[in-house]
C-alpha cells in the first residue's frame, strides 16, 4: 500500500511555469511506475506523463511534449512534474498515480494508486 500526496499546484499565468510534486509513503517507491493525470472540469482525467521505475523511460501527452518533463527521485520517494510555457488550456486536478506492476503508460485502469489531487489554474 502505498499514499501519495501532490503539492504545487495554483495560479500561473500563461506562458509560466509551475512544478508539482508528489510524495509517496513506504520504502518500495522504486517499484512502481508512476505516472500524472489531469482532470478538467466537464472532460474525463487524461493522462499528463509517466515515467518508469529508475526514470529510464518517460511517456508524454503529445500536447505536452516540450513543455513538461516528468521525473523522479527514487531516494526522496518523490515524483515531479514540471511545467513550462503553460496554457490556458493545461488548467485542470492534477493526480499522480502509482501502479505496483511498474506500468507507466496510459491507462488509467491500470495504476492502483491515487493522490488527492492538486489544482493548476493557467490564466490568460
Known amino acids: 500500500q502505498v499514499q501519495l500526496v501532490e503539492s504545487g499546484g495554483g495560479l500561473a499565468q500563461a506562458g509560466g511555469s509551475l512544478r508539482l510534486s508528489c510524495a509517496a509513503s513506504?520504502?518500495?517507491?522504486?517499484?512502481?511506475?508512476m505516472g500524472w493525470f489531469r482532470q478538467a472540469p466537464g472532460k474525463e482525467r487524461e493522462f499528463v506523463a509517466g515515467?518508469?521505475?529508475?526514470?529510464?523511460?518517460?511517456y508524454y501527452l503529445e500536447s505536452v511534449k516540450g513543455r513538461f518533463t516528468i521525473s523522479r527521485d527514487n531516494a526522496k520517494n518523490t515524483v515531479y512534474l514540471q511545467m513550462n510555457s503553460l496554457k490556458p488550456e493545461d488548467t485542470a486536478v492534477y493526480y499522480c498515480?502509482?501502479?505496483?506492476?511498474?506500468?507507466?503508460?496510459?491507462?488509467?485502469?491500470?495504476?492502483?494508486?491515487w493522490g488527492q489531487g492538486t489544482q493548476v489554474t493557467v490564466s490568460s
Open positions: 498515480a502509482a501502479a505496483d506492476s511498474g506500468y507507466s503508460g496510459s491507462q488509467p485502469g491500470l495504476y492502483d494508486y
Open positions: 513506504g520504502r518500495t517507491f522504486n517499484t512502481y511506475g
Open positions: 515515467i518508469s521505475r529508475i526514470g529510464s523511460r518517460t
